[in-house]
């Protein structure tokens, strides 16, 4: 069966710092792979995706980037964080014939 | 563009049924979904319904689809305690999670 997994669970970073979240999917190929953010623990908005090793795809203009430097992996980075970084950061992966969305526990993001 | 509205709370005794309401704008949606998010986590997919049809049944949820009125709802049947969450709605266009949107979330409390 797939599951996903992001890390770190928690980060608390000071502005400035840099950032590197992480994801692996584990028993699919080829997936389809996202970055959300949600903020104040509502609507989700969709940072970046991904079909394929260095295929990525930005849909907002921002101070983070994303890498899949292996088919499974998704990394989530930042050079110099900032206060408006601070949110829940969701990787996900989806099932090409339905549509649905596998999400991983998320990551905790509080800038200082 | 795409919208997805939903209300922000609901709050219902133990027992009773809930029904979560959601609208959204694009008539060309051709996949709907309610999600479920815990407190720290991430979403689960609790339920789909194509477009074409009126009603889905699963066990202790009901989802119903007014085309028409671009209305879509969540009953929960016999609401327990651990139904408490938030509960996305999401549209797709041709089930595709590039083109998935959320709503703001419902925060359901469920209370004894």
């Known amino acids: 069966s797939q599951t996903i997994h992001q890390w770190p669970a928690t980060l608390v970073q000071p502005v400035g710092s840099p950032l590197s979240l992480e994801c692996t999917v584990e028993?699919?190929?080829?997936?389809?792979l996202y970055w959300y953010r949600q903020a104040a623990g509502r609507g989700l908005q969709l940072l970046f995706y991904?079909?394929?090793?260095?295929?990525i795809s930005s849909e907002v203009p921002q101070n983070l980037s994303a890498s899949r430097p292996q088919d499974r992996q998704f990394i989530l980075s930042s050079k110099k964080l900032l206060l408006s970084d601070s949110g829940f950061y969701l990787c996900a992966w989806s099932d090409i014939n339905t549509g649905e969305l596998f999400f991983g526990e998320g990551s905790r993001l509080t800038v200082l | 563009g795409e919208d997805v509205e939903q209300s922000l709370f609901l709050s219902v005794r133990e027992g009773d049924s809930s029904v979560i309401n959601c609208t959204y704008t694009d008539s060309s949606s051709t996949y709907l979904y309610w999600y479920k998010q815990e407190p720290g986590a991430g979403l689960q997919l609790l339920t789909y319904?194509?477009?074409?049809?009126d009603m889905k049944q699963d066990q202790r949820l009901t989802v119903l689809l007014n085309k028409k009125d671009k209305h879509l709802s969540l009953r929960i049947a016999d609401t327990q305690t651990g139904d408490s969450a938030i509960y996305f709605c999401?549209?797709?266009?041709?089930?595709?999670?590039?083109?998935?949107?959320f709503g703001s979330g419902t925060q359901l409390t469920v209370l004894p």
């Open positions: 319904i194509f477009s074409n049809m």
């Open positions: 028993g699919t190929s080829n997936p389809n």
């Open positions: 999401a549209e797709s266009i041709g089930g595709s999670a590039r083109q998935l949107t």
């Open positions: 991904s079909v394929g090793i260095g295929q």
